[in-house]
């Protein structure tokens, strides 16, 4: 490990260590201060997170819509590559491609 590397974790492990020790006596400020919004603060960190329904319809035409750009008048070549699959492949071929 460099010096360099050493010296920038050191600052960042103090950077937050600072945060944190800001962080809490914002808390505690917080508490004497203004205990109801303290408390709807801590109320809050144990709830789960919010969650959106999506009915099937919705999300069809969400996808639908963000694709929409494809042109599809554009044709997918059909490619058959069952039959190139047990042909042997030679050393100028791979040279070729590398």
């Given at each position: 490990?460099?010096?360099?590397?050493?010296a920038?974790?050191?600052v960042?492990?103090?950077?937050?260590?600072?945060?944190?020790?800001?962080?809490?006596?914002y808390?505690?400020?917080?508490?004497?201060?203004?205990p109801k919004?303290?408390?709807?603060?801590?109320?809050?960190?144990?709830?789960?997170?919010?969650?959106?329904?999506?009915?099937?319809?919705?999300?069809?035409?969400?996808?639908?819509?963000?694709?929409?750009?494809?042109?599809?008048?554009?044709?997918?070549?059909?490619?058959?590559?069952?039959?190139?699959?047990?042909?042997?492949?030679?050393?100028?071929?791979?040279?070729?491609?590398i």
């Amino acid at each position: 490990m460099t010096a360099t590397s050493k010296a920038y974790k050191k600052v960042i492990r103090r950077s937050v260590n600072e945060y944190k020790h800001t962080f809490k006596k914002y808390i505690r400020n917080m508490r004497r201060k203004s205990p109801k919004m303290y408390w709807q603060y801590t109320s809050n960190l144990g709830k789960p997170k919010r969650h959106v329904d999506l009915d099937n319809d919705m999300f069809y035409n969400f996808l639908n819509d963000l694709n929409a750009h494809v042109n599809d008048d554009e044709t997918v070549p059909d490619v058959n590559l069952q039959h190139n699959i047990d042909v042997h492949i030679t050393a100028d071929e791979i040279t070729k491609c590398i």
